[in-house]
């Protein structure tokens, strides 16, 4: 079961709309697949979402720590960026299996790096690069609960 909708992305204030419609849109154990070349605003898109959950400081992009996790209102948002991994087994070796439960929300930047030992996301967003400011995001719903959260997000 896949919906898909695309919304272009006229600029970085767009991408960081579409976080903030996310934001409101969360729900407890969601699993995000954020995918897109470098630069194509994965981090952005997430940097927008904490801050429109009301974290307050710096969002750091995890593609040297791999993780960043959030502790915003009681809610829990992990942050992964896969890019420097070398091989799928390395997310079995650190144990990050363990951060996907019920109740907190998982983005992952790079899946693409872990795709054979991760589980199906409920949603799954897709940036393209248009040219220099321009952007088409892809947004997929895999789940039900994918499917509810994305109802009404663009
Ligand atoms: N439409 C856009 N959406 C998001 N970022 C944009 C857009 N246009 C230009 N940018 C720039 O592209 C870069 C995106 O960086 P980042 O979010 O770190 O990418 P990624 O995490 O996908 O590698 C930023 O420097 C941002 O200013
Ligand atoms: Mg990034």
């Not at 801050?51 to 993780?67: D, E, H």
């Not at 997929?140 to 994305?150: D, F, I, T, Y």
């Amino acid at each position: 079961m896949i919906k898909e909708i695309s919304v272009f992305l006229e600029n970085e204030k767009s991408t960081s709309e579409l976080g903030l419609k996310l934001s409101e849109r969360l729900t407890s154990g969601l699993l995000i697949f954020l995918k897109g070349d470098l630069g194509a605003g994965k981090t952005c898109l997430v940097r927008s979402l904490l801050t429109s959950l009301g974290y307050q400081g710096k969002v750091k992009s995890p593609s040297y720590s791999l993780f960043e996790q959030y502790n915003i209102s009681d809610t829990i948002i992990n942050h992964f960026d896969l890019y420097r991994f070398k091989s799928a087994e390395e997310w079995l070796s650190a144990g990050f299996n363990d951060y996907i439960n019920a109740y907190d929300i998982t983005i992952i930047e790079w899946p693409e790096r872990a795709e054979n030992v991760l589980c199906e996301p409920d949603i799954e967003i897709e940036i393209m690069y248009e040219n220099d400011i321009n952007r088409k995001a892809f947004i997929r719903a895999q789940s039900k609960k994918g499917e509810v959260a994305c109802k009404g997000l663009i």
